[in-house]
């Protein structure tokens, strides 16, 4: 299994696993080339993805059977797949299926969406769709999105609970490319949630940052199209008890 970091958010009863695999994407904002640590447990995230250098990969991943004892003993009701694509992770699937099976939990896959693992033990898969214009999505990415997109409708057509999540990046990814996206979901069904979230600069990247008003004109352009967009600005306040590491 290819999980290096596993967080618990007392508050929301979630487990959090953090994959790392070999990317089948190489997006030009991708966060987790400089900061491998979960943000919820850094008050300062913004400023270290924006200094940090390029992270190397973890130096010791969990076994099926050392993940599941960090669980041990906790309430747990939402397991999260999170990080360096959890699709490509073999152990995903076993890692879902064994949650499942002790604690009963919802379980909830973040995912590129370029290739499916199986899903039988996911509850809901988030798709980040980066972009739908073929140009775009090969110049932000360095690959091809008929697959993400061609599985965003196979994962819909399988009745799974489904979203989209998108990132506004000024010079990259422009609200009218959000707009866009927000019309192939559409074409899927109107009713899938799309969430925006304002770029956050990063080291040895040429892009800014976003203003919470140019979030927010993205997000109108979206709602034209879909029912349900909500949007993250980068500056929301910690709600609940603080989130503990567990490895
Ligand atoms: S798909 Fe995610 S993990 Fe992969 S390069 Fe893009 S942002 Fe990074």
């Known amino acids: 299994m290819h999980v290096y970091h596993v967080v618990y958010e007392p508050t929301f009863k979630s487990i959090i696993f953090h994959h790392w695999t070999e990317c089948n994407l190489k997006c030009l904002g991708c966060y987790c080339k400089v900061e491998k640590l979960d943000f919820s447990l850094l008050p300062d995230w913004q400023m270290r993805v924006s200094t940090n250098p390029p992270e190397k990969p973890p130096e010791r991943l969990l076994s099926l059977d050392e993940a599941m004892a960090l669980t041990e003993n906790l309430a747990i009701e939402r397991a999260i797949s999170i990080g360096v694509e959890p699709s490509l992770d073999p152990g995903m699937p076993l890692l879902a299926r064994e949650?499942?099976?002790?604690?009963?939990?919802?379980?909830?896959?973040?995912?590129?969406?370029?290739?499916?693992?199986?899903?039988?033990?996911?509850?809901?898969?988030?798709?980040?769709?980066?972009?739908?214009?073929?140009?775009?999505?090969?110049?932000?990415?360095?690959?091809?999105?008929?697959?993400?997109?061609?599985?965003?409708?196979?994962?819909?057509?399988?009745?799974?609970?489904?979203?989209?999540?998108?990132?506004?990046?000024?010079?990259?990814?422009?609200?009218?490319?959000?707009?866009?996206?927000?019309?192939?979901?559409?074409?899927?069904?109107?009713?899938?949630?799309?969430?925006?979230?304002?770029?956050?600069?990063?080291?040895?990247?040429?892009?800014?940052?976003?203003?919470?008003?140019?979030?927010?004109?993205?997000?109108?352009?979206?709602?034209?199209?879909?029912?349900?967009?909500?949007?993250?600005?980068?500056?929301?306040?910690?709600?609940?008890?603080?989130?503990i590491r567990l490895f």
């Open 99 to 243: 949650m499942k099976s002790r604690h009963h939990t919802y379980n909830i896959l973040f995912t590129n969406g370029v290739a499916l693992a199986d899903l039988s033990s996911i509850d809901e898969v988030i798709f980040s769709l980066k972009a739908v214009t073929p140009e775009l999505y090969r110049n932000y990415t360095g690959g091809d999105n008929r697959k993400s997109m061609a599985n965003f409708r196979r994962v819909y057509d399988s009745g799974k609970k489904l979203q989209a999540e998108i990132t506004l990046v000024p010079g990259a990814i422009e609200a009218n490319e959000i707009e866009k996206v927000a019309e192939f979901i559409a074409s899927v069904d109107n009713n899938i949630p799309l969430r925006i979230t304002g770029f956050i600069q990063l080291s040895g990247q040429p892009f800014r940052a976003p203003t919470g008003a140019e979030v927010e004109a993205a997000a109108a352009l979206a709602k034209k199209h879909l029912k349900t967009v909500n949007y993250l600005s980068g500056e929301m306040p910690r709600v609940g008890t603080p989130p």
